[in-house]
């Protein structure tokens, strides 16, 4: 593992560049905020761990209410079982003999349940749980709109649920997971109300079907950061998955605030260090390979400058107005378009508060994509 | 670290996904023949290690005749120099006390040398070279039409290299970092050459105003993939630098290939499993989180089919004529657009020769970007 680019105690000017920053009076804020919200709906709120990769943050999230963590990958779920997280779901369908026996090991040790949305997934699970005498609950992915993953069919649902039903005890159907991944960045609170309206009738609709074949259907799961406070109001979910909120990007920030939602504050920036200045432009020591550009290039926190472009490990930035003067070697913060693959690109969060390092934060989970 | 997808010996179906492939063959033929063409030029070839950050493949790149490795970023430096690499060329301006104390920490245990645009770094490198009384070459960075880092005109270059000649003997010139990365994917041969032809007369006034300034310049270095040949024609090069060429990638291969040039093969591709099919699309379990997009989406080497997108940890694929038929669980390959990031996402290249895993290398230098 890489080192850290800071101790603990370290001023501000101190950290080494490029490094990860979370403030953390702002992300406990945020983190706060969607918790009360979510109480206040009388569901549960279960973070992404997708966004951050982080088993302390996921802890810090449980410590102020949240049900248990969620992520992507059977590789996050194994690093958050192993630091102590006792309820993780992935919220992926996952396919192989291999992840369905490393998701099967997890069984007795936490409370774990996984996305299923095809018979051969249901069977390679089941195989692997009766091995080891163990448990899962599995979740119905549902296609409400995101065209990816899931089934979209009443009938195709209730036949995933009864092959589930077919391995009980080893096996249970926990319920439906229904993500409207395109939704979240729908700019204005109208489409994205819509688009969560449909979604929540569409996973009714399948609940019902469901409940009508004589399967228990408990848990309605799913939402993002841009939508989840829609889902709560739909009274159809019983949980909800945001993961961006607690840390926020550009992408999300770019999205029009629906007045009754969680404040939320940016939290994450890359601090990088100017090592060029030329006649209109100055270069940063950072690029892609430390702030992803998925969702558009980062902000520069600098009056009068601009993002010209980014390479590998370079920023470009040129002067848009009045400027301010740039010296070699002085610090400059940047916000990421996009959290989650800007985070999987460190080892290190530096947590800090004020102009201090407070912790370090391993990036626990970091390239567990497989 | 996270585990490794596969085991040496195992089969390629027994290969967990998304896992960065490198096949054995074709990349010793990249090697090989890059090798070949410097030899006979009369030059070196220095390989660029930002585009494996790999130590296994930069000690197999110095087997073949490389004169050693390059890097963008003092902790590569760290990483190659801890693998036993005795010659690490840091092609890119450090800025900083704390970086400089880590490169003056290198000057003991190999030949590094690290390239510098600006006086305030001469000083802070200077200072901590004396504090261990040890010693670092310098290259000067010079702006051969990248519009990045580097100086453009002879009076700034014999600034430098006059700061530099005071720190004698704990500082050396070397020579001039003279690089041109918007040169290497320009597509046609004739554009390159000319960009190179510029580039290279610009090399060879900055080195004739050095020497008539006094200063030895035994060394113009630079060059990528895409033009490494040109550089060499020029007469002007004394190294190269190609990173790419090892294990190529789309952008590359989208280039006019020069018929003078030597061939190079796909040897990098990344493994994933289909684990969705719907009516007109299939979903692969890898997204950008494990190849990187910033150079185009990836390509599924697959008949008929054609990436739709990418999410973090998902592609969709859809058909594009004639389909081969897709089953949940079937293993895909892709090809990714760029090389660098793409490595950079994983721990492990897992290395194939056939149909069979011969080795597994540790991509020892990922993250290191401060």
Redesign the interface.
């Known amino acids: 593992?890489?080192a850290a680019?800071a101790r603990v105690g370290d001023a501000f000017e101190?950290i080494?560049?490029?490094?990860l920053l979370v403030d953390l009076d702002a992300f406990e804020r945020n983190v706060a905020a969607a918790q009360a919200h979510v109480n206040a709906c009388g569901a549960r709120l279960r973070p992404h761990g997708?966004a951050h990769r982080c088993s302390t943050i996921a802890m810090l999230q449980i410590a102020a209410g949240a049900t248990g963590v969620c992520c992507?990958?059977v590789?996050e779920a194994e690093v958050f079982v192993a630091a102590g997280i006792a309820d993780v779901l992935v919220t992926?369908?996952?396919?192989?003999e291999?992840?369905a026996r490393r998701l099967a090991a997890l069984g007795p040790r936490a409370r774990v349940a996984v996305c299923v949305?095809?018979l051969?997934?249901i069977e390679q699970i089941a195989s692997a749980v009766r091995a080891l005498d163990t448990h899962l609950d599995l979740l119905i992915e549902i296609?409400v709109g995101n065209?990816?993953?899931?089934v979209d069919s009443p009938g195709e649902a209730v036949d995933l649920a009864r092959a589930i039903a077919a391995h009980a005890p080893w096996l249970s159907l926990r319920g439906l997971q229904a993500y409207h991944?395109k939704a979240q960045h729908l700019r204005s609170t109208g489409e994205r109300a819509v688009a969560i309206g449909k979604a929540a009738a569409q996973a009714a609709l399948i609940a019902s079907a469901l409940r009508a074949d004589g399967h228990e259907c408990a848990e309605v799961t799913g939402a993002g950061t841009g939508t989840y406070p829609y889902e709560l109001a739909s009274g159809v979910y019983t949980e909800v998955q945001p993961g961006s909120y607690a840390l926020m990007d550009l992408d999300y920030g770019a999205n029009q605030r629906d007045p009754d939602a969680p404040p939320t504050t940016y939290a994450l920036s890359l601090l990088a260090?100017?090592?060029?200045?030329?006649c209109g432009?100055a270069?940063l020591?950072?690029?892609?390979?430390?702030v992803?550009?998925?969702s558009g290039a980062p902000r520069v926190e600098l009056g009068g400058w601009r993002v010209r472009g980014l390479?590998?490990?370079?920023t470009?930035i040129e002067k848009s107005g009045e400027a301010e003067a740039l010296a070699?070697?002085q610090k400059v913060r940047m916000l990421p378009g996009h959290c989650?693959?800007t985070v999987?690109?460190?080892?290190w969060i530096v947590a800090t508060r004020g102009e201090r390092v407070e912790a370090l934060w391993p990036v626990d989970a970091?390239?567990?994509?497989?």
Chains 1, 2 share one sequence.
Do not use: Y
């Open positions: 593992m890489i680019p101190a080494d560049t490029p490094a997708k992507q990958k590789g992926n369908v996952v396919v192989g291999s992840k949305d095809s051969l997934q296609d065209r990816r993953c899931g991944g260090t100017v090592i060029t200045v030329r432009h270069v020591d950072c690029g892609h390979k430390s992803a550009i998925d390479s590998d490990e370079h470009v070699v070697g989650d693959p999987n690109l460190h080892d970091r390239g567990a994509s497989f």
